[in-house]
């Protein structure tokens, strides 16, 4: 018999190289808030919703209208225009083909260059407060460029047509 010192050990090379995890990605719902695409689509709250600048030249260049579909990393995204949704409801199988998916990272400036695209979000106090461009998101915590960290939450301010991410500063 074999001492327990003398037992080989195998390490499965997927756990000994694992890449790191991003952790809490976005989900359909947040907080009772559809994040994951918005008005007319799959929920019956018409302002729902995060919104995305982008800029694909497949789709003629920059657009204020992209919906997020997948959250692929902590900034990188697969985006759908709404001028390509033909998803009806939350019951009809079929939907947009993946032809009209697009992958972004986020940027903090206007999106520009191909494959760049922006989440504008605001400081607690309402739609006239700061706006502040997210660098990196999580389903609890969302990050700006200045690698401030903030908690966040979809509300619909008085004066605005759709819902909008308002962050609160970790302190």
Known sequence: MRAYAETTHRVDLKRQFKEKQMGRPLRKDVNGIDVIRFAGTNSTDTNAGIILKGYFAADSGLNADYMIIKQRGANTFVVLSAAKD??????????????YFRTGKLVAGTPNAEGEIQMLAYLAGGADASVTAIAKITKRVATDFSGNRYTWEMTNFEDSAADQIELTLIV
């Open 86 to 99: 033909t998803f009806v409801d939350g019951e009809t199988i079929t939907g947009p083909t993946s032809s």
